[in-house]
């Protein structure tokens, strides 16, 4: 574990950003309850997973799970979110594959979405979702709240 700390004393708000900012694992643009408890714990916090909970109480304020992403996502960004869960590399999303996405992007309950989005989106009804199925996935994401620019 690495720890943060400044020769000056307390640490700036940018310096304090750049650290948190090194945590986005999955590179999402937010930091999730768990990104931010590793963070915490960078810092030398006692209780981190406390107060992981507080932050993202105080400071989420569209209620997706996540600190600092407040930005829209972009139909790309979205898009490689989305992709970057294809575990098997098979160019499909298979419902544990959209859970995980779904997980990522601050879902609650993501395996409930997961079975929606397969709902919606899987036009053949074969249990998984290509590349022509995945704009049909992308407009379901935009109409169940994640916001695309």
């Known amino acids: 574990m690495t720890r943060h700390v400044s020769k000056g004393g307390p640490l700036t708000e940018e310096q304090l950003l750049e650290i948190l900012k090194k945590y986005d694992v999955n590179h999402d643009?937010?930091?999730?309850?768990?990104?931010?408890?590793?963070?915490?714990?960078?810092?030398?916090?006692?209780?981190?997973?406390?107060?992981?909970?507080?932050?993202?109480?105080?400071?989420?304020?569209?209620?997706?799970?996540?600190?600092?992403?407040?930005?829209?996502l972009t139909s790309n960004q979205l898009r490689a979110i989305v992709k970057k869960y294809d575990a098997n590399n098979d160019g499909g999303l298979y419902k544990e594959e959209l859970k995980d996405a779904f997980c990522a992007l601050g879902a609650h309950l993501p395996g409930w979405r997961a079975g929606l989005a397969l709902h919606h989106a899987d036009a053949n009804r074969d249990g998984l979702i290509r590349e022509e199925e995945l704009s049909t996935l992308l407009k379901y994401a935009l109409e169940d709240g994640y916001k695309i620019q």
């Open 29 to 72: 643009g937010g930091l999730s309850k768990e990104e931010l408890k590793a963070a915490f714990q960078s810092l030398g916090a006692r209780l981190p997973g406390w107060r992981a909970n507080r932050a993202l109480h105080h400071v989420d304020t569209n209620g997706d799970g996540l600190m600092f992403r407040e930005a829209p």
